[in-house]
């Protein structure tokens, strides 16, 4: 995978400066505010979370229709919109489980007498490989789409594949999360929009490291553990902003009027 990511990252240098210099700023600055307002834009959040969790299934259980996602993204919307918390709280709870489920299955070794999936090898755009011409926008799609679509299955292919340690972890992470965001939503929350808004920090930076030839792809990969540590302390520092800027509303409690006694009595 790592390979496939280093071919992309070298085409990639090469697409045309509006695919990578646009996209990179919207989603650096969309990510910036997920990362910092997520708990007061809640419903906001929950609407972009969930346009993601159902476009997720829908790409996972469907046979990628056009129609079919459509038809997901505005029901996510709108479920997102109006249960926030619930969708917030399901949707994070499942992307905890899963990440503890892809990092443990390509880690650890694969089970005896597992099935391995046929190899599947990343595309590849020939044309372009021995020459510096631009690529145009059609092909840098196209090469995008096919990449994600790779990947996916060089995922899948790890899950299937792997150990009942790695599942076990999982459901273990689920309940946690979900116990966690039954018994302290609003943490929860700002814990979920932060990390979101950190990896789309990044992505974005990703993309404008692309056009600029800086091969962030190598630099992550010499300096990991950086970055990993980066991205958790964005992660707490996100949290701790959106919990001081956005308190949790008071509690009014009403005093009962206290009627006298002699009120509404005859004398």
Same mark, same amino acid.
């Given at each position: 995978m790592f390979e496939a990511l280093k071919y992309y990252q070298n085409l990639a240098e090469r697409f045309q400066g509006q695919i990578l210099i646009v996209p990179g700023m919207v989603i650096v600055l969309i990510g910036l505010c997920i990362w910092l307002a997520g708990l007061r834009w809640r419903r906001i959040l929950g609407a972009i979370v969930g346009c993601a969790f159902f476009a997720a299934i829908a790409l996972s259980f469907t046979?990628?229709?056009?129609?079919?996602? =459509?038809? !997901? $993204?505005?029901?996510?919307?709108?479920?997102? *919109? %109006?249960?926030?918390? +619930?969708i917030i709280g399901i949707a994070g709870s499942v992307a905890a489980a899963m990440i503890v489920l892809v990092i443990l299955s390509a880690a650890l070794p694969r089970p005896r007498g597992s099935v391995v999936l046929p190899e599947y090898s990343y595309p590849v755009l020939p044309e372009y490989e021995h020459n510096d011409k631009p690529i145009p926008t059609r092909d840098a799609i196209k090469l995008s789409k096919d990449m994600?679509?790779?990947?996916?299955?060089?995922?899948?292919?790890?899950?299937?594949?792997?150990?009942?340690?790695?599942?076990?972890?999982?459901?273990?992470?689920?309940?946690?999360?979900?116990?966690?965001?039954?018994?302290?939503?609003?943490? =929860?929350? !700002? $814990?979920?929009?932060?990390?979101?808004?950190? *990896? %789309?920090?990044?992505? +974005?930076?990703?993309?404008?490291?692309?056009?600029?030839?800086?091969?962030?792809?190598n630099c992550i990969a010499e300096k990991d553990r950086f970055y990993i540590m980066v991205l958790a302390a964005m992660t707490v520092f996100g949290a701790l902003v959106q919990l001081i800027l956005s308190p949790a509303p008071k509690k009014i409690k009403k005093e009962k009027e206290v009627v006298p006694e002699t009120e509404g009595k005859w004398r």
């Amino acid at each position: 995978m790592f390979e496939a990511l280093k071919y992309y990252q070298n085409l990639a240098e090469r697409f045309q400066g509006q695919i990578l210099i646009v996209p990179g700023m919207v989603i650096v600055l969309i990510g910036l505010c997920i990362w910092l307002a997520g708990l007061r834009w809640r419903r906001i959040l929950g609407a972009i979370v969930g346009c993601a969790f159902f476009a997720a299934i829908a790409l996972s259980f469907t046979n990628y229709g056009f129609q079919t996602v =459509f038809v !997901a $993204v505005l029901l996510g919307v709108a479920i997102g *919109a %109006v249960a926030d918390k +619930g969708i917030i709280g399901i949707a994070g709870s499942v992307a905890a489980a899963m990440i503890v489920l892809v990092i443990l299955s390509a880690a650890l070794p694969r089970p005896r007498g597992s099935v391995v999936l046929p190899e599947y090898s990343y595309p590849v755009l020939p044309e372009y490989e021995h020459n510096d011409k631009p690529i145009p926008t059609r092909d840098a799609i196209k090469l995008s789409k096919d990449m994600v679509s790779y990947f996916g299955y060089k995922v899948m292919d790890n899950i299937k594949t792997a150990s009942i340690v790695a599942f076990v972890a999982a459901i273990v992470t689920l309940l946690v999360a979900g116990f966690a965001a039954f018994a302290m939503p609003r943490i =929860f929350i !700002a $814990v979920v929009s932060s990390s979101l808004g950190s *990896a %789309v920090i990044f992505a +974005g930076m990703v993309l404008l490291l692309f056009y600029k030839g800086s091969k962030p792809v190598n630099c992550i990969a010499e300096k990991d553990r950086f970055y990993i540590m980066v991205l958790a302390a964005m992660t707490v520092f996100g949290a701790l902003v959106q919990l001081i800027l956005s308190p949790a509303p008071k509690k009014i409690k009403k005093e009962k009027e206290v009627v006298p006694e002699t009120e509404g009595k005859w004398r």
